[in-house]
């Protein structure tokens, strides 16, 4: 398909399109011809090697950076700035240490609405956020502050205070890499069962593949470790999508991270896509997900 038939049968219907996106930093290329396209519903995990660009593809589908050539479409509108529409949850909780619980979570609301709607509507908006930290386990911690909770709790509040606002995709940047490996395991989980429940598109970077493919419905590596038609040396590659895995769509419990198949997956992905010395073609690409396209290489 040519770009224009592409962008027909991609941009609208899905909660994110990208078309050939690069992105520059003076004369350093970071991305480098990025296409993706993401259903309503999936929740799509990011993984690739350190310094492959993931915080800065979130960063372009948030509206923090524009690109540098390139379609990036939320709904099937061009992304621009930050809004409403995308929630974003940072590994660094994004809370503010002199408001309680539940008003961090009602501040973007509140902020967002005039005085008169605020005043208007402040028991909905309320009793909406006290359902929220019911649904993240922490309805009896409506009243406390932030440093009178633990790290997978901060974090829990962090993510209701995104729900409250009903984005249309909710980002997620290594959200859960800072905690122990029990609570790591249990905000797993959690994040499942209110993907479940609110039908969530979501787009999760990480840097554990082990959680990559335990949460994802699909996953998309991102790497600058491959080849092209300007062979294997050259200084002025950016990374691009190298691989893009369909999992599962139902959630299952942790014990599927003890499975042959869960194990070879992740090697699988490590020996493709992490390995500097291993760099495969680009028409080698596994891009086999219903929704994956690469222009220059076709479907």
Not at 224 to 237: A, F, I, P, S, V
Request: with cysteine; charged share 25%; proline share 3%.
């Amino acid at each position: 398909m040519n770009q224009c038939q592409i962008e027909a049968k991609y941009k609208n219907g899905h909660a994110l399109f990208m078309q050939d996106v690069y992105k520059m930093y003076g004369t350093k290329t970071v991305l480098d011809n990025v296409d993706l396209a993401v259903s309503t519903g999936e929740l799509c995990t990011v993984v690739g090697p350190s310094g492959c660009g993931k915080s800065t593809l979130l960063r372009l589908i948030v509206g923090q950076e524009q690109a540098t050539k390139g379609v990036v479409c939320i709904d099937g509108s061009d992304a621009d700035f930050p809004d409403s529409e995308r929630g974003i949850v940072y590994q660094k909780y994004s809370l503010f240490p002199n408001l309680k619980v539940i008003d961090n979570v009602l501040l973007g609301p509140r902020l967002r609405n005039s005085l008169y709607s605020r005043w208007f509507n402040e028991k909905n908006l309320t009793d909406e956020a006290q359902f929220l930290l019911e649904k993240v386990r922490l309805g009896e911690h409506l009243h406390k502050y932030p440093h009178q909770l633990s790290g997978g709790q901060q974090q829990r509040v962090a993510i209701a205070q995104s729900l409250i606002t009903k984005p249309k995709i909710l980002l997620m940047d290594e959200p859960f890499g800072a905690l122990d490996p029990g609570t790591r395991e249990h905000m797993q989980t959690l994040l499942l069962d209110l993907w479940e429940q609110y039908k969530m598109t979501i787009f999760f970077v990480t840097h554990d593949l082990e959680e990559a493919v335990f949460l994802g419905t699909r996953i998309i590596v991102l790497s600058q470790y491959y080849q092209d038609e300007r062979g294997e040396k050259c200084d002025d590659r950016g990374a691009r999508i190298v691989a893009d895995y369909s999992l599962d769509l139902k959630a299952t419990s942790t014990d599927v991270k003890k499975t042959t198949e869960f194990g070879t997956l992740i090697q699988d992905i490590r020996r493709d896509c992490f390995d500097p010395d291993h760099l495969q073609h680009l028409e080698k690409f596994n891009l086999n997900h219903p929704d994956s396209f690469s222009a220059d290489i076709g479907e």
